[in-house]
């Protein structure tokens, strides 16, 4: 089959997988798409298991408006072909949260470049730049756990930043990205207490938010952290 036949073919599977329910309930959450079958994850990605990865075929996904379409192609989207560039388009124009929450899960955090880009990204003003670059970033400790020590100091002043100044989906992000690299040693979690002790008896609604998520990431390990933040 051609792009146009592939493409033709998805949107049949995907009209016969509707569910309504689950397609209301994302507009009640704010979820807004043009069109949006309320398919599942797990269909989706059987749908997407039946196709090779092609890139003519995924940006051709990624250009529809539909929901289910911008995830597949994330899924169908070769890493060697998904240029620096490409990445960038697909950011700037980052439709909601879910979406790029799937498409860092599937796609951003295989990419050769994601360390490098991933910074790049969390240090623009656009918010969904933010958000992918955090994202990324928490996706990248998970498989690695580490970063140098001169990355990690840009990557925390950042991160605290985002969490205390950010949109509420940047702050998530941000926190998100905190406690992966909290969970990779007591050193990490111990730098990360002495960042933010001081925010203990804050009065700002934001540092409150920081450093309780911080106290509750360190509170199961008995260790120098948990009496930085008690």
Request: with cysteine.
């Amino acid at each position: 089959m051609d792009i146009k036949e592939q493409l033709k073919d998805i949107k049949t599977q995907l009209r016969l997988s509707m569910n309504g329910v689950v397609s209301q309930s994302m507009r009640e959450k704010g979820l807004n798409y043009k069109l949006n079958f309320g398919v599942e994850l797990p269909r989706i990605k059987s749908i997407a298991a039946a196709y090779e990865k092609n890139h003519e075929l995924a940006q051709t996904l990624w250009k529809e408006d539909i929901r289910e379409c911008k995830i597949l192609a994330g899924l169908l989207q070769p890493v060697e072909t998904f240029f620096p560039e490409i990445a960038d388009i697909w950011v700037e124009n980052m439709p909601n949260i879910e979406i790029a929450e799937l498409t860092c899960m599937n796609l951003f955090q295989h990419l050769p470049y994601a360390p490098a880009k991933s910074f790049h990204w969390i240090a623009s003003e656009e918010e969904y730049a933010q958000i992918c670059g955090f994202l990324t970033i928490a996706r990248l400790l998970m498989k690695k756990g580490d970063m140098a020590e001169r990355p990690a100091g840009e990557f925390l002043d950042q991160a605290v930043c985002a969490v205390l100044s950010g949109s509420y989906h940047v702050r998530n992000a941000a926190l998100l990205a905190i406690r992966k690299y909290m969970q990779h040693s007591e050193e990490h979690a111990f730098q990360v207490c002495r960042l933010v002790e001081g925010m203990k008896d804050s009065s700002v609604e934001a540092e409150q938010v920081l450093y309780n998520t911080v106290k509750e990431e360190a509170s199961p390990h008995p260790s120098p952290w948990e009496r930085e933040l008690s």
